[in-house]
């Protein structure tokens, strides 16, 4: 089987193209039905036409309010036959009727460990609070901003020296390897939810080779063309 998801994007989509790379691979049994961005210029769109996956601007000033709007997405996403939806640096929050038609069918990353840090600019107020420990989440969607049931975290060293455009630049690397990966659980129908919590159904396949990343810690592992 293979699932069909919709990828929302706002800016350059980085992790867009991680996921379509990993199921040009054949390691992630998804097809993407279309790329919708609310704005015309991103990148994430230019990508997705490179590849021939049909991208989509909705701009969000052409709609007179926001129920307009959200309504207008759903529509879009719904026609293009999608069964999940990936969020890759969208940067509008999901109307509640958006959220309820696909119910635990929507995956989010973000760039920190949370729930630390929720919200926008977190690299830098990760930088500027001190950490020690950064890193990124990959999220089931919920009402709420950055809150619904973790799916993988990975984690990276941040040291005083850091500032957001450098732990950022850390932790992006990690996200282009944990998000194809819990997409690929995804739609491979690995993931349950229970309560605040996700389970992952085991595999066959053998972990991933992490020296290339190192020194890190992510959690769960990994798998092999992660």
């Not at 800016?11 to 996921?19: H, W, Y």
């Not at 390691?27 to 790329?35: E, F, L």
């Not at 929050?93 to 038609?101: D, M």
């Not at 119910?103 to 001190?130: E, T």
Request: net charge neutral; glycine share 8%.
């Amino acid at each position: 089987m293979t699932l069909p998801l919709a990828i929302l994007a706002s800016g350059g989509g980085s992790n867009l193209q991680a996921i379509i790379d990993r199921i040009e691979e054949g390691k992630i049994a998804a097809r993407i039905t279309a790329v919708v961005s609310n704005k015309p210029q991103a990148r994430a769109l230019s990508r997705a036409r490179a590849h021939g996956i049909p991208a989509i601007a909705l701009p969000q000033d052409d709609y007179p309010d926001r129920a307009a709007y959200d309504a207008a997405l759903l529509a879009a996403v719904q026609d293009s036959g999608a069964q999940a939806v990936v969020l890759a640096g969208y940067l509008r929050l999901l109307a509640p009727p958006f959220i309820a038609a696909f119910k635990n069918r929507i995956l989010n990353i973000h760039p920190a460990l949370l729930p630390s840090f929720p919200g926008l600019r977190v690299q830098a107020a990760a930088a500027a609070y001190g950490v020690t420990i950064a890193g990124a989440t990959v999220h089931f969607v919920d009402e709420e901003m950055d809150n619904g049931p973790i799916v993988i975290q990975a984690a990276v060293p941040a040291g005083p020296d850091d500032d957001g455009e450098s732990l950022a630049a850390r932790i992006l690397t990690l996200e282009h390897r944990i998000y194809p990966q819990a997409v690929a659980w995804l739609a491979a129908g690995r993931l349950a939810i229970a309560g605040r919590k996700t389970r992952l159904a085991p595999s066959s396949l053998p972990p991933a080779d992490l020296a290339l990343v190192s020194p890190c810690l992510v959690n769960p592992m990994l798998e092999e063309g992660f």
